[in-house]
Every structure is written in C-alpha cells, then in structure tokens.
C-alpha cells in the first residue's frame, strides 16, 4: 500500500519546499497539492455534498482565495526532492487552454524528471468555472476534450486539434513531458458518476473520503469495465483521498489494501510550519511501516 500526503496549499501554509522534502525523508509516496485560481467576491453556489459529509461542510469557497499556484508549487518542490511523485489534487483542467497546461504540465514532469501526476477535476463551483469561460453544464465533456488536445500536443510535432471547444492549429511544443506518452492521468469525483470516465481517460482515481466497502465495490466495477475495454484489471489505482475523521489507524489501512486500494492519502491539517512537520511525522509513524 503506498501512502501519500495532501496539503491544501495556501497562503498561510509553510513553504512547500520545506513540506515537499521532509515528505520524501519520511517515505511519502507522494505529495498533493489543489488548484484554485480565483473566485468572485460573491458566491451563492454550495457545496452539493455538505449535508451528507461535514468535512466537506466546512470546505467553504472563502478558502479557495488562499490557494497558491499548483503548477508553481510542485516545480518548487521538485528541486529539492528526488523520489516523491509530485500530483495536483485536483487541477481544474477547463479553467486552462490546453496549449498553456500542456506547456505547464510537460515543464513540471521535465523539472521534476518524470515523477509528475496530474490530477484532474472538473470543480463544483458554477461561479468560479463560469468566471474562465467553462461551460458549467457540460464541464465534463469540456475538460474530457481538454485532456485529448493536450495528449495530441504531446505526441507532437506539429499536431494541431479541432474540437467542440478548442481549435488548435499545428504547433511544435517543447519541452514534452518526460513520462511517455504523457504523464499519469487521475481524475477525482464520486462513485455515481466516475467510473466510466476513468477506464476511457484515466490511470487512477482520486477517491474522497472512500469507505472500505465502497472501495470493494469500486475495485470490482472498475476491473470489470477495464477487461470489457480491453485494458488489464487492475489498471487504475485507486487512491482513497482523505481518511474518514482524519483516521491514522494502521488497521484502517490494512482494510482499504484488502478492499483493493492502491493509495491512500491522508490530509495535512497544520498550517504553523513546526506542528505541520509534527503532524507529518506522526503520520508517517503510523502509516509508514
């Protein structure tokens, strides 16, 4: 079971170099920060699961002001780390054109030699999304045709692409990503809507909040549809994305792996830079065996 760390990356966090590689000693598989790039002053959009999970309750958009840049975040931390996959959790991939976040994507995987993930999202807030110009109601299949003009762009050179949403001429694009043919693709969302999209995009899911049942059921529907679009069971992981209450359980652990998990990623919760490096070492104390 590989184990990972989430920092909600903000203005008042400590320096990400400093979390980034205290990480990587602890043994951290991986380090996720998200993407938020602006909001409007006002919003009336709430989040649609607050009544049925109050972590989520509590993730008010007022926090999202504070994000800092993930992209620049993790090129950061990719000087002074060697091991540690460096992923955006999650990136909202329709906010960007896909020629700039495929330049974004390919200098951090270059940067950070090849140990880049992005994590991918379509977002929840209407105001915020329609503030770049994304289609709210259709963001899936806007952000869907995102991900294919940025793998056509990869696979350059001059590839052009013509879509719903994006006309791209033929352009030559250096530097291309280090991972070929692109780096991993991970996309977050709940049960109800994400399985389908995984097996046709995806190497990986960003599970939030996933119980140990639910994650049984989840590894049997997705090695299923995997073998019927002839991909190999077992190909997407299954990154479980925050443990229920903030669990630190060794045993909570075990369950997630026997329930076929491949990652979990417990949220760090500090912002003062000596109790944030405290936290991350009881973490891994637990977790990290």
Not at 41 to 49: E, G, K, T, W
Not at 140 to 149: C, F, I, K, N, R
Not at 159 to 166: A, E, I, L, V
Not at 211 to 228: G, N, P, Q
Request: charged share 25%.
């Amino acid at each position: 079971m590989k184990v990972g760390i989430f920092v909600l990356l903000s203005s008042n966090s400590p320096d990400v170099a400093v979390l980034a590689q205290r990480a990587e000693e602890l043994g951290f598989d991986s380090f996720w920060v998200p993407e938020h790039i602006a909001i409007p002053a006002r919003v009336d959009s709430q989040h649609p699961r607050r009544f049925e999970d109050q972590d989520y309750a509590q993730e008010t958009p007022h926090v999202y002001w504070q994000i800092m840049d993930p992209f620049v975040a993790l090129g950061r931390a990719s000087a002074v780390t060697n091991r540690i996959k460096l992923g955006t959790s999650i990136s909202l991939v329709a906010q960007h054109h896909p020629a700039h976040l495929a330049k974004l994507v390919a200098t951090v995987d270059t940067y950070a030699k090849g140990r880049f993930i992005l994590g991918v999202g379509t977002g929840w807030l209407r105001e915020e999304l329609e503030l770049f110009g994304v289609d709210f109601d259709h963001r899936w299949t806007q952000t869907a045709e995102a991900l294919s003009a940025m793998q056509t762009i990869f696979a350059g050179p001059e590839n052009g692409f013509k879509g719903r949403y994006y006309d791209i001429p033929a352009i030559d694009m250096d530097p291309k990503p280090v991972q070929k043919p692109r780096p991993p693709i991970y996309l977050g969302g709940w049960p109800s809507t994400i399985f389908q999209r995984l097996v046709t995009h995806a190497d990986g899911w960003l599970a939030p909040r996933l119980t140990v049942e639910a994650t049984k059921t989840a590894r049997a529907t997705l090695d299923d549809l995997s073998e019927k679009a002839g991909r190999p069971r077992g190909c997407i992981d299954i990154c479980v994305f925050g443990l229920p209450d903030h669990s630190t359980d060794p045993s909570l652990v075990e369950a997630y792996a026997d329930a076929g998990a491949d990652t979990v990623v417990p949220w760090l919760l500090q912002d003062d830079e000596q109790e944030a490096l405290r936290e991350m070492e009881r973490i891994a104390n637990r977790l990290l065996k």
